[in-house]
């Protein structure tokens, strides 16, 4: 008998909108006004009862044909949203987004289902509602079907706040001047222009700087920082340290490169190199624990990197080096070059005040420069992410070159950026880390690595 009552108790419970839906006015062909729609929307949410619209829309299709689904969810979604309601503003404003209709309401769907999501915390899908919501809105105004620029500055606002987050002195950084971002699993480590170095355990959520301490990193000007073999590399304006991770411990390194500039640490062939300003560069003998200098032909070494058989060598005193077999040949010379990049067996050379030098495998070389479509000549560092390369300027930002359509679209600090002199661009899974001067650390999230 209980079990008669409570079913008894559910069935005069449900909405009497559903249930005279489901009876006789919709198998008499009634159709539906926005209106009758919305308040049943709104009623099948309260009473978690969504699927019954699917439902009845399936089993009379008659009486649900002239609405606009779309604009039904979203006023059902405002009107839960402006009454403080959010999550049951979420439900009607994703159902809008989905229903399969050409409706102009569906990218405001999607822009209100992002703003939730992000408000959650929820960075991730509100990127892929928050796109979707463009692409509509752009869409509809292509086709001049009322969708306005107002609009549109709002999603992409929105978008902005989405897609960048920050970490600065706000966040306890000493030194807003980004030199070197490195990953080691669970652990950040920044190299900052005149804060020493810092250590960010994200988990814990622990930040800890070293900083010309007794036992501690002596220097406070940082340039690069490279994990390897259970070191924490660091190369610093006055020398090489490294931090012992099993002992938890700081060590200047001997010998040569215990007092000179190191600009640049690269691990190639599982072999740690060491580029100095002001002694070549060197190469880290496992082995025998010791550094030996592997190229004498230029001092001021700023950059290495390795493409098939060959290294390439980039100085401020003698422009690009190549290295194969033992012997070492110039690409070319009186350039200052700071960075190297690789993009389909083409080394792309960042250079100080003359843009980027393309060669290719066979020796043609191809420039850009503000000329063509930089937005600095003074390069900073170029990461390759998908067909694309980013490049980081004084100045200017960021160039965004686009391999497949051969042209440049660009990050500034309008689009996000904290500032407009880019010193480091790290990917990490889907986030862009940008190193900036003055302005600490710009982290870009992606839907992919190509949505830049």
Request: hydrophobic share 40%; charged share 25%; aromatic share 14%.
């Given at each position: 008998?209980?079990?008669?009552?409570?079913?008894?108790?559910?069935?005069?419970?449900?909405?009497?909108?559903?249930?005279?839906?489901?009876?006789?006015?919709?198998?008499?062909?009634?159709?539906?006004?926005?209106?009758?729609f919305?308040?049943?929307?709104?009623?099948?949410?309260?009473?978690?009862?969504?699927?019954?619209?699917?439902?009845?829309?399936?089993?009379?299709?008659?009486?649900?044909?002239?609405?606009?689904?779309?604009?039904?969810?979203?006023?059902?979604?405002?009107?839960?949203?402006?009454?403080?309601r959010?999550?049951?503003?979420?439900?009607?404003?994703?159902?809008?987004?989905?229903?399969?209709?050409?409706?102009?309401?569906?990218?405001?769907?999607?822009?209100?289902?992002?703003?939730?999501?992000?408000?959650?915390?929820?960075?991730?899908?509100?990127?892929?509602?928050?796109?979707?919501?463009?692409?509509?809105?752009?869409?509809?105004?292509?086709?001049?079907?009322?969708?306005?620029?107002?609009?549109?500055?709002?999603?992409?606002?929105?978008?902005?706040?989405?897609?960048?987050?920050?970490?600065?002195?706000?966040?306890?950084?000493?030194?807003?001047?980004?030199?070197?971002?490195?990953?080691?699993?669970?652990?950040?480590?920044?190299?900052?222009?005149?804060?020493?170095?810092?250590?960010?355990?994200?988990?814990?959520?622990?930040?800890?700087?070293?900083?010309?301490?007794?036992?501690?990193?002596?220097?406070?000007?940082?340039?690069?920082?490279?994990?390897?073999?259970?070191?924490?590399?660091?190369?610093?304006?006055?020398?090489?340290?490294?931090?012992?991770?099993?002992?938890?411990?700081?060590e200047?390194?001997?010998?040569?490169?215990?007092?000179?500039?190191?600009?640049?640490?690269?691990?190639?062939?599982?072999?740690?190199?060491?580029?100095?300003?002001?002694?070549?560069?060197?190469?880290?003998?496992?082995?025998?624990?010791?550094?030996?200098?592997?190229?004498?032909?230029?001092?001021?070494?700023?950059?290495?990197?390795?493409?098939?058989?060959?290294?390439?060598?980039?100085?401020?005193?003698?422009?690009l080096?190549?290295?194969e077999?033992?012997?070492?040949?110039?690409?070319?010379?009186?350039i200052?070059?700071?960075?190297?990049?690789?993009?389909?067996?083409?080394?792309?050379?960042?250079?100080?005040g003359?843009?980027?030098?393309?060669v290719?495998?066979?020796?043609?070389?191809?420039?850009?420069?503000?000329?063509?479509?930089?937005?600095?000549?003074?390069?900073?560092?170029?990461?390759?992410?998908?067909?694309?390369?980013?490049?980081?300027?004084?100045?200017?930002?960021?160039?965004?070159?686009?391999?497949?359509?051969?042209?440049?679209?660009?990050?500034?600090?309008?689009?996000?950026?904290?500032?407009?002199?880019?010193?480091?661009i790290?990917?990490?899974?889907?986030?862009?880390?940008?190193?900036?001067?003055?302005?600490?650390?710009?982290?870009?999230?992606?839907?992919?690595?190509?949505?830049?």
């Open positions: 008998m209980k079990k008669i009552y409570i079913l008894l108790f559910i069935f005069f419970l449900l909405p009497l909108s559903l249930y005279s839906l489901d009876s006789s006015n919709l198998k008499n062909g009634k159709k539906l006004y926005q209106t009758e919305q308040e049943l929307i709104e009623d099948s949410i309260i009473k978690n009862q969504l699927s019954e619209i699917d439902r009845l829309s399936k089993l009379y299709p008659a009486s649900f044909s002239s609405l606009d689904f779309s604009r039904s969810y979203y006023d059902a979604g405002i009107c839960f949203y402006t009454n403080g959010k999550m049951l503003a979420l439900k009607a404003f994703m159902k809008g987004y989905d229903a399969f209709q050409g409706s102009l309401f569906k990218s405001k769907c999607a822009y209100y289902t992002a703003k939730i999501l992000y408000q959650n915390a929820n960075r991730p899908s509100a990127l892929f509602y928050i796109n979707r919501a463009l692409e509509l809105g752009l869409e509809a105004a292509r086709k001049q079907s009322g969708t306005n620029t107002e609009e549109l500055d709002e999603i992409s606002k929105l978008k902005r706040r989405i897609r960048w987050e920050y970490i600065s002195r706000l966040e306890g950084l000493p030194d807003d001047s980004i030199s070197a971002i490195e990953f080691d699993g669970d652990d950040l480590w920044l190299g900052l222009w005149t804060g020493g170095a810092v250590r960010f355990t994200r988990s814990a959520n622990i930040l800890t700087l070293f900083k010309g301490k007794g036992g501690g990193l002596i220097s406070k000007h940082v340039r690069d920082i490279k994990v390897f073999q259970n070191r924490v590399w660091t190369g610093c304006y006055d020398g090489l340290f490294f931090f012992d991770k099993k002992r938890s411990f700081w200047r390194e001997k010998g040569e490169l215990s007092s000179i500039t190191v600009k640049k640490l690269r691990v190639i062939d599982r072999e740690l190199y060491a580029a100095t300003l002001g002694k070549g560069l060197f190469k880290f003998n496992s082995n025998r624990g010791q550094w030996q200098r592997f190229f004498y032909g230029a001092l001021y070494v700023t950059d290495i990197l390795q493409l098939n058989q060959k290294i390439y060598i980039a100085t401020l005193d003698k422009g080096f190549a290295y077999k033992g012997l070492f040949k110039i690409v070319f010379t009186n200052p070059v700071k960075c190297l990049s690789e993009l389909n067996g083409t080394i792309w050379a960042g250079t100080h003359h843009g980027i030098y393309l290719d495998q066979k020796g043609g070389i191809k420039k850009y420069t503000t000329e063509n479509g930089l937005s600095s000549d003074y390069v900073e560092s170029i990461e390759k992410i998908s067909q694309q390369m980013l490049i980081g300027t004084l100045g200017g930002g960021v160039s965004v070159f686009n391999n497949r359509k051969k042209e440049f679209s660009y990050l500034s600090i309008l689009d996000g950026l904290p500032s407009n002199d880019v010193m480091r790290t990917i990490e899974k889907d986030k862009v880390w940008f190193g900036t001067l003055s302005g600490g650390i710009g982290i870009l999230l992606t839907e992919n690595l190509g949505d830049i």
